[in-house]
């Protein structure tokens, strides 16, 4: 207790902002590479985005921003992009040319077994250089939201030869897992506008195991822990951090299970609804954080479908009589001569994995459900689904909620990727929605819950429903 007493007492003094801002986060020592970093290399992902950037970018509010691009007209409802590039150079200071970036940019489209957006970047028809300094981007279809998901980390664009980048930020120093990234003068300034240098603008980026991480801010050895999931949440309450430096994003996305195998008791929707009206979604996300959203339909809002949210039928059933009937659907498949039904659960490992689990495990086990639980590797007929949304369409919602899906639904997710107009569209999105409520092919929970510990010299850290927070715009927004 006294230990927890110090270390609370010792995190709720105001750091002084002096010196480099250190920002630790999960992933090993990264490289500016071509080749995109993994999903799971915060570190990495970070490091692309200010060392190099791609087309356009997000700011601290997770909104667009210029990146390469100064501006952009967007054109036959999102079927044309016309992006006029900046002037402005390379790390080494050579200018940065519309044909080499047309090049990187179809490399980049082209990684497709490494880029989680490739499944939303297929409408893309050509890129082409129309002058020195502007470049086109024609689509097949229309995407009047390309532009969130060309800011993402992993579209970022890094010449190949030299493996340098035209980001905000250049690597002045790497050792083992630390590397030390500084601020490029602004393009768009004149050079009597341009930001005297201090050294509080540069930052160390720490990439390390989420646990090191967390001490290391407990310890006020750095500035940021970053990219907090449920995984390691209990951990922040034993390290004693301060109310004030816990941050939690408004993160747009996907909680939920996944039926992963519909064979046995989840091969009928009405005992996968049972599932869904068996977990107590407040509870679960209470014993968490109060700040974490519970949730009950896939899509968060209409987005870009042509109706609301889509309900199913087991939600029509009072809160208050959820258990009684999930309880009354696995006696009668028991009455029908099945044996007890045994799931097994694929979670997140760590202590909170662990809460998760304890959390599911007695819900399910209160209907007559036997979970078992298993790595989030290991094979499952539940397995959890916990991703941030890259761009705010029903499209990428359907697609996580699929997996499999009946054809109902399969088949209107496949017309809404090829539709030719944004009407037809919004329709199909509404098709498949529907039909995957009806189908209960996916359980939604919550919206992820994503966290961050930040110092309060870091001014212009900002939540944002995108849960991202490029280092150069920690400590003090641009002019």
């Known amino acids: 207790m006294a230990l927890s007493l110090l270390l609370a007492t010792t995190a709720c003094e105001r750091r002084p902002d002096v010196g480099a801002v250190i920002v630790s986060a999960a992933g090993t020592a990264p490289r500016l590479s071509p080749v995109i970093p993994a999903p799971d290399d915060l570190a990495g992902l970070l490091l692309a985005d200010a060392a190099a950037q791609g087309l356009v970018r997000f700011d601290a509010a997770g909104q667009i921003e210029p990146g390469i691009a100064e501006r952009w007209i967007v054109t036959d409802e999102g079927r044309t992009y016309i992006f006029r590039l900046r002037e402005m150079t390379w790390t080494n200071g050579r200018p940065v040319r519309a044909a080499e970036i047309v090049t990187i940019l179809r490399s980049r489209l082209q990684q497709r077994a490494r880029n989680p957006l490739a499944d939303y970047l297929t ?9 020195p300094q502007v470049i086109q981007v024609e689509l097949s279809r229309p995407r009047p939201d390309l532009l969130k998901l060309f800011a993402q980390p992993e579209m970022t664009l890094v010449d190949p030869a030299r493996a340098i980048g035209s980001g905000p930020m250049r690597i002045v120093r790497q050792a083992g897992n630390v590397t030390r990234l500084t601020p490029r003068p602004d393009p768009n300034r004149a050079a ?4 005297e240098p201090v050294p509080e603008d540069d930052v160390l980026l720490v990439a390390e195991r989420p646990a ?15 990219g907090g999931r449920l995984s390691e949440w209990p951990l922040v309450a034993a390290a004693g951090v301060a109310q004030v430096n816990i941050r939690v994003d408004p993160a747009a996305g996907v909680f939920g299970l996944a039926v992963s195998r519909r064979e046995g008791f989840l091969a009928l929707p009405e005992n996968r609804a049972a599932i869904a ?17 519970p949730a009950e339909d896939l899509l968060p809002a209409a987005l870009d479908s042509a109706a609301p ?6 939600q029509a059933v009072r809160p208050a009589d959820r258990v009684a009937t999930a309880q009354a659907r696995v006696s009668a498949w028991r009455e029908a001569g099945n044996p007890v039904p045994t799931l097994r659960l694929a979670l997140p490992g760590g202590s909170g994995g ?6 599911l495990a007695a819900d399910l086990f209160a209907i007559g459900v036997r979970p078992v639980r298993v790595s989030a590797t290991d094979d499952a007929d539940l397995r959890l689904v916990d991703l941030v949304a890259p761009y705010d369409s029903a499209r990428w919602y ?10 109902r639904a399969a088949v209107a997710i496949e017309a809404a ?7 037809i569209r919004a329709r199909e999105l509404a098709a498949a929605d529907e039909a995957l409520a009806a189908d209960v092919a996916f359980i939604p929970l919550a919206r992820p819950f994503r966290w961050a510990l930040v110092a309060q010299r870091l001014r212009a850290w900002q939540p944002n429903d995108r849960a991202w927070h490029p280092l150069n715009l920690l400590r003090r927004a641009p002019n």
């Open 398 to 407: 359907v697609d996580q909620a699929c997996r499999p899906c009946d054809e």
């Open 309 to 314: 949210p889509a309900h199913g039928a087991w």
């Open 277 to 293: 009206m068996a977990i107590d979604r407040t509870a679960l996300t209470r014993s968490f954080s109060q700040d974490w959203r």
């Open 354 to 359: 662990t809460l998760l689990w304890a959390r």
């Open 192 to 195: 009597d506008e341009q930001h």
């Open 212 to 226: 090191a991480g967390i001490a290391r801010f407990a310890e006020r050895k750095s500035d940021l822990f970053a």
């Open 417 to 423: 990727r090829v539709a030719p107009t944004l009407a």
């Open 123 to 131: 409408a893309v028809d050509s890129v082409v250089e129309m002058t």
